[in-house]
């Protein structure tokens, strides 16, 4: 091989070794920092989804005078109660196949009926941000048994609920963004150290885009369910107080 060449082929690693950090910087970008399962805003694919999956169980229930969701415990929140069972659906013949947004496919919500005595409604329950507020949930028990019951909170927001300090947690790499808006959330604590996402900012837009003023004991959490297919997953009820949504802290 004459100089020329090697000097040709020399030229060329040097490109190709400049190039890969390039590419993988570009992969990355791409792909985003997502926890497993992690999705991004709702479209089409998740309406027509809630739509089958709706079809199918009016069908069943109105075949088998039930609805086809799995048992559930009495003090399971009201957005994480009646979990869907697709797979029964599947095999009974109601729904052809099972969507990919499903966590039964490797997605990332639960298929999930509300309203289920009068109405019942076929929303979605987003697992993203069940996931992270368990992992801050995790982490404010370790603190609160490490510290002799005391906990990790940051400034009060609302009566009874606080900010999480998250250098004392361990918590400030936990970001969420919003199923709504894909605006970045808050999270609260209350006195207790039960974790909650803060919807404040989703509701006080809901309620601007609807232009009326709620009633004083309406909970404005039915705000986001109207106004999407996702639920306000690990929410405390809210109610309007000094023009703004406000969240209710549990009774001691």
Not at 16 to 33: E, K, N, T
Not at 151 to 170: C, F, M, Q
Not at 209 to 219: E, H, L
Request: with cysteine; glycine share 8%.
């Amino acid at each position: 091989m004459d100089s020329m060449h090697l000097v040709k082929l020399r030229q060329r690693r040097k490109r190709s070794a400049l190039l890969l950090p390039l590419l993988v910087l570009l992969v990355m970008s791409l792909g985003g920092c997502m926890y497993p399962g992690e999705q991004q805003q709702p479209g089409s694919g998740y309406r027509e989804s809630v739509k089958r999956v709706q079809a199918a169980v009016d069908d069943y229930q109105e075949q088998k005078g039930l609805l086809p969701i799995l048992t559930s415990d009495q003090t399971t929140p009201r957005y994480e109660k009646f979990v869907i069972d697709l797979n029964k659906l599947q095999q009974e013949g109601y729904l052809d196949e099972i969507p990919a947004a499903a966590f039964e496919k490797g997605g990332s919500a639960h298929f999930l009926v509300l309203n289920e005595e009068t109405d019942p409604q076929v929303k979605l329950m987003d697992l993203v941000t069940v996931q992270k507020v368990n992992d801050i949930q995790r982490k404010v028990n370790l603190y609160k048994s490490g510290h002799g019951g005391k906990l990790p909170a940051g400034e009060e927001l609302y009566p009874g609920l606080a900010s999480i300090d998250a250098k004392r947690a361990g918590t400030g790499t936990i970001k969420l963004s919003s199923v709504y808006s894909g605006q970045p959330l808050g999270f609260l604590m209350d006195r207790s150290g039960t974790v909650y996402v803060d919807y404040s900012a989703d509701i006080a837009s809901a309620i601007d885009k609807n232009g009326s003023v709620p009633a004083a004991d309406r909970d404005l959490r039915l705000e986001l369910e109207q106004a999407s297919y996702y639920v306000p997953v690990k929410s405390l009820p809210y109610l309007w107080a000094q023009g703004q949504p406000v969240p209710q802290a549990p009774q001691d």
